[in-house]
C-alpha cells in the first residue's frame, strides 16, 4: 500500500484541518484520526505538523481554541474554525481546483 508523502501534502494540510472543522469543534487526536480514517490510511499526519498548524491558524485568526474537560478529568484544547478561516478554506479549495487542473496536464497514466 502506497502513502501518501508529506512533502506532496503539506500546503493542504491547513485546508484538511479546516474542512474537518466545519461540523464543529474538535481536538488534536480526534482531527488526527480522522484524516487517517478518511484517507483510508493512505495519510498519517504527524503529531507535530498537526499541533504546527493549529499554531500558525490561530495565530492567522482562523481557528479559536478553548479548553474542555473530558470525563476522566483531563483537558483537551479544542479548535474551531472562524469567519476567517472559512473563507481560507473556501480560497484553499478554489486554489486546489487550479493546482488540480495544472499538474493533470502533466502527470497522465501511461
Known amino acids: 500500500m502506497y502513502l501518501i508523502s508529506s512533502d ?3 500546503g493542504y494540510n491547513d485546508t484538511i484541518i479546516l474542512y474537518l472543522l466545519l ?3 474538535s481536538y488534536g ?3 488526527s484520526k ?3 480514517e478518511r484517507s483510508h490510511e493512505k495519510y498519517i499526519i504527524k503529531e507535530t505538523t498537526l499541533y504546527s498548524a493549529f499554531t500558525r491558524l490561530e495565530k492567522n485568526g482562523y481557528l479559536e ?3 474542555g474537560t473530558e470525563t476522566n478529568g483531563k483537558r483537551r484544547t ?3 474554525i472562524t469567519k476567517a478561516g472559512l473563507e481560507y478554506y473556501k480560497e484553499k ?3 486546489w481546483d487550479l493546482t488540480k487542473n495544472v499538474v493533470e496536464q502533466f502527470i497522465k497514466k501511461i
Open 8 to 10: 506532496v501534502i503539506r
Open 23 to 25: 461540523d464543529g469543534p
Open 29 to 31: 487526536y480526534e482531527i
Open 34 to 36: 480522522k484524516i487517517k
Open 65 to 67: 481554541s478553548s479548553y
Open 78 to 80: 479544542y479548535y474551531t
Open 93 to 95: 479549495c478554489e486554489e
